[in-house]
Structure formats: C-alpha cells, structure tokens
C-alpha cells in the first residue's frame, strides 16, 4: 500500500541569494519544502536504488534531495517553485553529464510538484558547449508528457523514439509546460551541497542558459532529478563513464531470469539493483572486484511482465539501462 505524501514547509533560516537571474530580475532568499519519500521502502538516499546516472552531488551526504521556494521582494509579494515553470519564464531544465558516451533511450524525472492535466513536457538531449558547458544543440527530443501523466510518487519516463547518441558528455534536459504558472517543479539536491565553479545543474530563461550557481550566487551548485537511461544493445554499444561499462542484459526480453553484463577498468565495490519506476527493488547485490568483465544473473521467476531498469555503481560512477520480462 502506497504512502500519503504530505508537503510540510521546513521552517529554516532564509539564505539570500547572490545573484540575478535573466529575464525575471530575481533576487530574494529561498528556503526548502520537504518531499516526501519515493516508495514505501524509505526516504531518500545518497545512493538509492532508483538513481540512474548519478551526479556527484548526489552521492554527497549532504544531498538532502529537497525542492525549493523562494519569495520575491516585489510588491505585492509574490512566491513560486525554482526549477519549474514560474513567473520570471524558466522554460527548461537541464542536468550535465560529463565523460560519457553511448546511446541515450530514456530519461527519468523526479517530480515534486503538479498541477492540471493538459501543459505539455518532452525531454531533450543537448551537445555540450565547450566554452561555456551550457547546453549547446538538440541531439533528440523525446515523445511529449503531458501534465496529468506525470508521477510525484515515482520517476516519470521520456522515452526517444530511437536511441540517441552522445560522446564526450552530453545534457539531459526538460522542457517545461509553456504557460508559466507553478503547473510543474523538478526536484533537485540541497542547493550549496557541491559548490563548484563548474554547474550541473542548468536553468533557461528566455532564450538563454545559465547555470544554478549564476542564479543563486558563486557558493551554490544543484543536481537536479533529470537522469539519463542507456540504451545497450549486447554486442552492438557500450555505455561507458569512468571506467565501468554496461554491456547489456541477455535474454532480453527476459523471462525467469536474465544476466547483467559490466566491464570494470579498475578495482571497486560495485553494488547491482534492479528496480521499478516506484522505486521498489526487484534484485541487490554487492561485492568488491578486480578490473575485469562480469555477470550477474537476476532471478525473476516472481516478476510480472513489465519494463525494469537496472543500475550498476562502484565507487566513482553508476550508470543504467533497462530491460523487460515477458510472460
């Protein structure tokens, strides 16, 4: 049985924001509003199973996993989401992904926030700019998600109609209803978790890209929920980052079980689960391995049919795909 999920405003001391934001001319102070766990099964983790291809941050202690208010100092005074459509006209989201290549087949969203039915969402893959690491040119658009289908209990799925492919990095991106309005918030880490000059986490207003710590001053870096799925085809790619490589599932479809092929270039613990778009874990297993290629074999006799994802972690990456049991 699912839990209820009740929005309770942390009541903390507001922390003034060093910058402007383009376009709506932002300046004020923001302060968190809890969300709520992802499944029964508890709150969230630094390194819980349905987190895909993880940003640093989020494997940080600090990455409390909160969606974020802030009050503007206009009059009368106003309020609204960041990292959703509000007034001053933020149009996408998008998260950065460094050192990867392979073929992009999904992306998962954390939601914390939603309201109506009809706005319309769809998921973009961007090159880098390499001057400025800001989202540069569309590699593929996902088929479009609207309002009402989106999830704040689970990860909502964009799905590519074919595999896109990305080299040397790439931006996970959304692209967020047209009317502004708070009609959707994507969830992020604890802003101020990572500081770095070098943003994950990136913001467009109007026309223009700019990163988290250029809207909420030097000192603040955000990871934001948007997390990339691969797409491997055994035999044919290979998805790697840092070392680790996922190599494909066989059978695939599956039935009662299937194989999760990796490859290490370097010694690590590596953690495996399999888990749902609620976030419940399927198969988890953990142990610490020489570079070299491995199997694991999944029991999935008490599957029902369906889409799963897998994620493969050692101690500086994780990455995912997704397979599926027919029956």
């Known amino acids: 049985m699912k839990k209820s999920y009740t929005l309770v405003a942390i009541f903390a001391a507001l922390v003034f924001c060093s910058a402007q934001a383009q376009q709506g001319g932002y300046r004020g102070s923001f302060t968190p509003v809890a969300a709520g766990p992802l499944s029964e099964t508890g709150s969230f983790l630094p390194a819980v199973a349905t987190q895909t291809l993880m940003p640093t941050a989020f494997s940080l202690p600090c990455a409390a996993q909160k969606w974020y208010y802030y009050f503007d100092y206009a009059t009368p005074i106003d309020t609204g989401y960041l990292f959703g459509n509000n007034k001053y006209g ?22 914390g926030h939603k309201a109506g039915t009809t706005g319309v969402t769809t998921a973009k893959i961007y090159s880098i700019n390499p001057a400025t690491q800001a989202p540069q040119t569309v590699l593929g658009t996902s088929a479009t998600v609207t309002t009402g289908s989106i999830t704040t209990n689970g990860y909502t799925a964009y799905t590519f109609s074919s595999p896109v492919p990305v080299t040397n990095g790439f931006h996970a991106a959304i692209k967020l209803p047209a009317t502004a309005g708070d009609t959707v918030v994507l969830l992020v880490d604890s802003l101020g978790c990572f500081a770095s000059a070098d943003s994950l986490g990136w913001e467009k207003y109007g026309s223009t890209w700019w990163s988290i710590p250029h809207n909420y001053g030097a000192a603040y870096n955000g990871d934001i929920f948007i997390l990339a799925v691969a797409d491997v085809t055994l035999g044919m790619n290979e998805y790697s980052n840092k070392g680790l490589s996922l190599l494909g599932t066989y059978p695939n479809p599956a039935g009662d079980f299937t194989n999760i092929r990796y490859r290490l270039e370097q010694a690590s613990s590596v953690s495996i689960r399999v888990f749902d778009l609620e976030g419940r874990i399927i198969y988890e297993s953990v142990a610490n391995l020489l570079p070299g290629e491995y199997t694991a074999e999944v029991d999935l006799k008490n599957i029902p049919s369906g889409n799963y994802y897998y994620s493969v972690k050692t101690n500086v990456s994780i990455l995912t795909s997704r397979f599926s049991v027919v029956r």
């Open 90 to 111: 933020e149009s996408e989201c998008s998260q950065l992904y460094k050192s990867v290549s392979g073929n992009v087949s999904q992306v998962l969203v954390r939601y």
